[in-house]
């Protein structure tokens, strides 16, 4: 027979209001707890100053559209500049998710971007979106992803020494962000090395994984959306391997702190790497930007933490693997949500990109030689005179030809001059070809008598071969 409760144990938990409400504010992240503050605090701003009521919760919907209408519009920033278009959706949503929230004993059932009272001001919503991409405040910077030329230079340069208690970290940290594919800033100081295990695959391969969920800007209540097993980092078995630096570097811990993250010692032949004193929240969030990592490396430009998280999905997304497995081990939603990362064009492909493009101007450049207004003295026109087939006879002095009384002929023409020629008349009998005194006969026995070119104007070119034989 069961055995009867005791009367002073209770099965369920009793909450007071503070509690409640506590639970209530934890089931979102603290930044967007950060964002929806902000939010409204700009738009009391624009009430005060327009000197309506502030408290714009107890306003009906159609006056609040009013409102909102035009704060669309006239939002500015404390300067007076224009808020980019990032912000002012930001924003909107903050104010959204404020007056979804309960108030009191009352939720009020109101959505400022899809209910129908509100239709005009989001027409003013969307119109201002377009004057700020007018404004060249449209875009939204992604992070970028690290070029292969500076992940080699990451490896060689010696910021990732793993003889020394810093450069052992900086690997550790950089190679878990990127095969776990973690977000740039979330939760580094809570990590414990209780987050990760070693595992062994049926081949024998081992691999560090995280064993243990935590919440996430994104893995609220979604027990589907778990870290737990999400990425892993396999061994290679060769020099330099993620799996062996990362028990290294767990072994080196300071056995007195519980973060995964430790204040690194300083002193030469330490018997512990790391001191009894977490990383700083703050010096973890920059550990990839300019006062670590980057800077320390001499990279080619100065990446941040999340920069390793979309190194990592571009780089899969290169190999082939599908959005799906992609979104297995980066936690995001919707694969559509790959698109800031996925079919990002390489700095060096966009330079062979330019190069082909240069390559075929000067190819064009190339095979027109001088340009036409450069080729020839534009004072004067180029003709042929045939008045007389008799050409005096003429000795070579210089790369300039003179007749019998010194008078300076034509210049010498170019493989390109001639080809201009057949351009412009289209292709003649071989004896044209012969103009070029660099390389014809001047023998004055010749079938085709003539005086040498003149070279003037080349935009009017006339030349006369009637009597060409």
């Known amino acids: 027979m069961a055995a009867v409760m005791d009367a002073t144990r209770r099965r369920f938990a009793d909450l007071d209001s503070d509690n409640y409400e506590q639970l209530l504010n934890n089931k979102d992240s603290e930044n967007t707890h950060k964002a929806t503050k902000i939010s409204v605090s700009v738009f009391k701003d624009y009430l005060r100053e327009k000197n309506l009521n502030t408290e714009f919760e107890q306003l009906d919907k159609l006056d ?19 808020y980019k278009r990032a912000s002012l959706l930001a924003i909107r949503q903050g104010l959204n998710r404020h007056l979804k929230k309960p108030e009191g004993q009352e939720v009020r059932v109101i959505d400022i971007t899809k209910d129908v ?7 003013a919503f969307k119109a201002a979106l377009v004057q700020l991409k007018t404004l060249g405040k449209g875009d939204t910077t992604h992070k970028c992803p690290i070029s292969q030329e500076d992940i080699n230079q990451l490896y060689k340069s010696g910021v990732f020494d793993e003889n020394t ?3 052992l970290q900086y690997k550790v940290f950089f190679e878990l962000m990127l095969f776990i594919c973690r977000r740039g800033r979330e939760n580094l100081r809570e990590l414990t090395p209780d987050h990760f295990e070693i595992g062994q695959d049926n081949n024998g391969r081992r691999y560090v994984y995280q064993s243990r969920d935590e919440l996430t800007k994104k893995t609220r209540e979604n ?19 993620p799996v062996n630096s990362y028990e290294k570097y767990v072994s080196k811990l300071n056995p007195k702190c519980s973060a995964l993250f430790q204040t690194p010692v300083t002193s030469e032949a330490p018997k512990l790497w790391y001191k009894n004193i977490p990383v700083g929240q703050k010096t973890l969030g920059q550990m990839m930007s300019t006062i670590n990592i980057s800077k320390r490396a001499e ?9 390793i998280r979309a190194t990592a999905i571009t780089i ?7 959005a799906h497995d992609i979104c297995s081990i980066s936690g995001h939603h919707n694969e559509a949500s790959l698109g800031s990362y996925t079919g990002l064009v390489t700095g060096k492909r966009k330079r ?4 082909a493009l240069i390559s075929s101007i000067t190819h064009s450049r190339d095979k027109a ?46 493989d390109s001059q001639v080809a201009l020629i057949d351009d412009i008349i289209g292709p003649q009998p071989e004896q044209i070809h012969n103009i070029n005194m660099a390389s014809a006969s001047r023998n004055t026995t010749t079938s085709m008598q003539m005086h040498p070119l003149v070279f003037n104007n080349c935009t009017n070119i006339t030349i006369n071969y009637n009597n060409f034989q």
């Open 64 to 82: 609040l559209a009013n409102i909102l209408r035009k704060f669309y519009l006239e939002v500015r920033k404390v300067d007076g500049d224009f």
């Open 117 to 123: 009272e509100f239709s005009e001001a989001n027409i």
């Open 165 to 167: 208690p810093q450069g």
């Open 223 to 241: 027990n589907p959306d778990s870290r737990v097993d999400a990425g892993r980092m396999y061994s290679t078995g060769e020099l330099g391997c």
């Open 299 to 307: 990279l080619s430009r100065i990446y941040t933490n999340h920069c």
């Open 316 to 322: 899969l997304d290169r190999k082939g693997f599908s």
């Open 352 to 355: 062979e990109l330019s190069d």
């Open 369 to 414: 030689g001088v340009s036409r207004d450069e080729c020839v003295d534009p004072e004067v026109d180029l003709h042929v005179d045939q008045s007389s087939h008799q050409q005096p006879q003429k000795t070579r002095t210089s790369e300039c030809e003179y007749d019998e009384q010194g008078q300076e002929d034509s210049p010498i023409l170019s």
